[in-house]
């Protein structure tokens, strides 16, 4: 399982109830927290919350952005994803891999 896998269940959502406008503010307002916290490694964050900074960007695709996943992680780096790994991504140690791994089979299923 992924985190771009569709985590929907069917089932009525409030969620839904937020208008595509604020719903877009608070995904930018998200995109620009993690353009700031460089330190929160991607490894991280899919350990705690089995999504990153590179799910983000399928999921804009996903959503129907005519961008390639290239295009789409810059977007969301706010730099090319080579540039942001090279400048702010550390090596993955065992565990981080391990906690990501148990992380990613807890995400809802497609």
Sequence with gaps: MSCSENTDDGAPDPLDAISD???AAAFRRLVRHLRHRHDAQNIDLMGLAGFCRNCLADWVIDA???LDKSAARE???GMPAAEWKANFQSQATPEQIALMDE???RNAPA
């Design 21 to 23: 406008a604020q719903a």
């Design 75 to 77: 977007v969301i780096h």
């Design 64 to 66: 129907g952005a005519p």
């Design 103 to 105: 992380s990613i089979k």
